[in-house]
C-alpha cells in the first residue's frame, strides 16, 4: 500500500518562515518512473488549491500567490519533496496537503494527510 507522510508545518508570525516535507513510501515503478508532486493547501471553508508542483524531470510551477517566497523541490532517489516556505502571510494559513500522481495514467493518485500551517501574530 503507498503511504504519503508529510511532515512540518506548526505555527508562525507573519513574515515567518516553514518547511515542509513529503515522502511517499512503497510507490509502484510505473508510478516512481514518471509523475508529479505538489502541494496544495486548503483553508476553513475554501477548497483545496495548488500550491506548487514539481515533475521527475524537474518542470516546476507555482500559484501566482507564493511566487518569489516559497520554494519546491525534490530528491527522486528517495521519493521525497520539500516546501520551503519564506515571508508567510496569513492568507498562506491552511491545511497543505501532498499529493503524488501519474503523469502517464489519468487518476493515479495518491494524497496524504496534510499538515497545519497557521501564520497569525
Known amino acids: 500500500q503507498v503511504q504519503v507522510v508529510e511532515s512540518g508545518g506548526g505555527s508562525v508570525p507573519p513574515g515567518g518562515s516553514l518547511g515542509l516535507s513529503c515522502s511517499v513510501w512503497?510507490?509502484?515503478?510505473?508510478?516512481?518512473?514518471?509523475?508529479?508532486m505538489g502541494w496544495y493547501s486548503q483553508a476553513p471553508g475554501k477548497q483545496r488549491e495548488l500550491v506548487a508542483k514539481?515533475?521527475?524531470?524537474?518542470?516546476?510551477t507555482y500559484s501566482d500567490s507564493v511566487k518569489g517566497r516559497f520554494t519546491i523541490s525534490r530528491e527522486h532517489t528517495k521519493n521525497t519533496m520539500y516546501l520551503q516556505m519564506t515571508n508567510l502571510k496569513p492568507e498562506d494559513s491552511g491545511i497543505y496537503y501532498c499529493?503524488?500522481?501519474?503523469?502517464?495514467?489519468?487518476?493515479?493518485?495518491?494524497w496524504g494527510q496534510g499538515t497545519q500551517v497557521a501564520v497569525s501574530s
Open positions: 499529493r503524488i500522481s501519474s503523469l502517464i495514467r489519468d487518476g493515479y493518485e495518491y
Open positions: 512503497r510507490t509502484p515503478a510505473s508510478l516512481f518512473r514518471s509523475n508529479v
Open positions: 514539481i515533475t521527475t524531470g524537474g518542470r516546476i
